[in-house]
């Protein structure tokens, strides 16, 4: 799917062109280091639960899981792995041109 923007600065071309490409570079490099916390926060809840962290989202939406505080704390670390991956794959898709 291609998409647009419009840009109103009274700016030149180049210089917009290199705000939006600093803008993405600084927001995929903050995505990708939250990514990374959120996947060493699952790694920590599977190896104490014995149980990947796709199963165990499953489990904890159908309600088929306790209701340890553990469990929240690794859904949220679950959820906010696959919104920052989402994410990721949005920015590595965006190229700004002239």
């Known amino acids: 799917m291609t998409q647009s923007i419009e840009i109103k600065t009274d700016s030149p071309g180049d210089e917009a062109r290199e705000v939006l490409t600093s803008a993405l570079r600084q927001y995929k490099f903050i995505a990708e280091y939250k990514a990374k916390r959120y996947v060493e926060k699952c790694a920590i809840f599977e190896e104490k639960y014995e149980m990947d962290s796709s199963v165990f989202l499953k489990k904890f939406e159908g309600g088929g899981i306790g209701d340890e505080d553990d469990f ?27």
């Open 72 to 98: 929240f704390d690794w859904y949220a670390a679950k959820r906010g792995l696959d919104i920052m991956n989402r994410k990721l794959e949005v920015i590595k898709g965006i190229k700004v041109r002239a």
